[in-house]
């Protein structure tokens, strides 16, 4: 069976997937992460549970369905889960040489945005500037995942899309990197798209 990682290196090399079937069921890709992640004209369910329980909730050729708060209500009971958020997915391929922001490591920081990456990410890797934080980590399925933060004295002045820049250039292994950006976050979608991302989707996930 394919699994879920296969389907996001489709993803990172540029690839659809099919829109016949129109969905997929995979396992979880960790013991505590499942996930519902949408792509144009298909629907991933990476969660342990059966195809007809799956089946019998979401109507044949629905795209919207799998998103909606019915099938992500069940699906939480039913793994005794809690739906994280609804996230807009985007998409950036690395980039040769360093990043112009004179950024330093802070391994040690203390930060909600680095708490947050380490509950859910290994390989967390963290830089500061003036400013804004910039953390780096594996997420769902193994790829890689950036976020940034920028505190509200230097808003506006284009440090956030800076910062989502930089990380193009210091993912390890030279792979692509992903963005999960609240769709009501405005500024942050303006930012990543100015720093050379592209939608790809959207997802929630389901954790403890």
Same mark, same amino acid.
């Given at each position: 069976m394919v699994g879920l990682a296969a389907l996001l290196d489709?993803? /990172?090399?540029? *690839?659809? $997937?099919?829109? %016949?079937? #129109?969905r997929s069921l995979v396992p979880a890709p960790a013991p505590d992460t499942a996930a519902v992640v949408a792509f144009p004209d298909h629907v991933v369910v990476a969660a342990d549970v059966d195809e007809p329980w799956v089946? /019998?909730?979401? !109507?044949? *050729? %629905?795209?919207?369905? !799998? $998103?909606?708060p019915p099938f992500l209500g069940a699906l939480a009971e039913r793994l005794g889960r809690r739906v994280n958020c609804i996230d807009g997915l985007y998409l950036a391929p690395a980039v040769e040489g360093p990043p112009d922001l004179p950024l330093r490591d802070a391994p040690d920081l203390d930060h909600p945005r680095v708490r947050r990456?380490?509950?859910?990410?290994?390989?967390?890797?963290? #830089?500061?500037? %003036? *400013?804004?934080v910039l953390v780096l980590g594996q997420g769902l399925a193994g790829r890689w995942e950036v976020a940034v933060e920028v505190d509200p004295t230097h808003r506006g002045r284009g440090l956030g899309r800076s910062l989502a820049s930089a990380a193009r250039h210091l993912v390890p292994e030279h792979r692509p990197v992903w963005a999960q950006v609240s769709p009501g976050n405005a500024a942050s979608v303006r930012a990543f798209l100015a720093a050379g991302y592209r939608p790809v *989707?959207? /997802?929630?996930? $389901?954790? !403890?």
């Open positions: 489709r993803i /990172e090399r540029g *690839g659809r $997937l099919p829109t %016949d079937p #129109w089946r /019998e909730r979401l !109507p044949d *050729g %629905d795209l919207s369905a !799998p $998103l909606n990456a380490r509950r859910y990410r290994p390989r967390v890797r963290v #830089w500061v500037v %003036d *400013g804004g *989707g959207a /997802e929630a996930l $389901l954790v !403890p």
